[in-house]
């Protein structure tokens, strides 16, 4: 497995902007496709974006599209989400993780960071 350690989570303002960071170690990272998940207090982890292991392909939600941009550098092993214009609805944890396939579910990634806290404040 790939092991996967989130960084750049913090507090921002309503329309503010991050960028969260996703370094991996262990396997081959350009063997993976790479994706970005978060959790709410009390609500289920939902996806948010996800890139294909040359970066030539990207899929988002639909609450994040035209905000939120995924990209990855395999030379570096890192995988980035910038989110502008964020929302305090995007108050989140955010989780990298890391599938040898495709999707846009949990269970279709098999290795998961720990989470970085992004709190938007209204």
């Known amino acids: 497995q790939v092991q996967l350690v989130e960084s750049g989570g913090g507090l921002v303002q309503a329309g503010g902007s991050l960028r969260l960071s996703c370094a991996a170690s262990g396997r081959p990272f350009s063997s993976y496709a790479m994706g970005w998940f978060r959790q709410a207090p009390g609500k289920e982890r939902e996806f948010v974006a996800v890139i294909s292991w040359s970066g030539g392909r990207t899929n988002y939600a639909d609450s994040v599209k035209g905000r939120f941009t995924i990209s990855r550098d395999n030379a570096k092993n890192t995988v980035l989400l910038k989110m502008n214009s964020l929302k305090p609805e995007d108050t989140a944890v955010y989780y990298c993780?890391?599938?040898?396939?495709?999707?846009?579910?949990?269970?279709?990634?098999?290795?998961w960071g720990q989470g970085t806290q992004v709190t938007v404040s209204s």
């Open positions: 993780a890391a599938t040898t396939g495709w999707g846009t579910t949990v269970g279709d990634f098999g290795s």
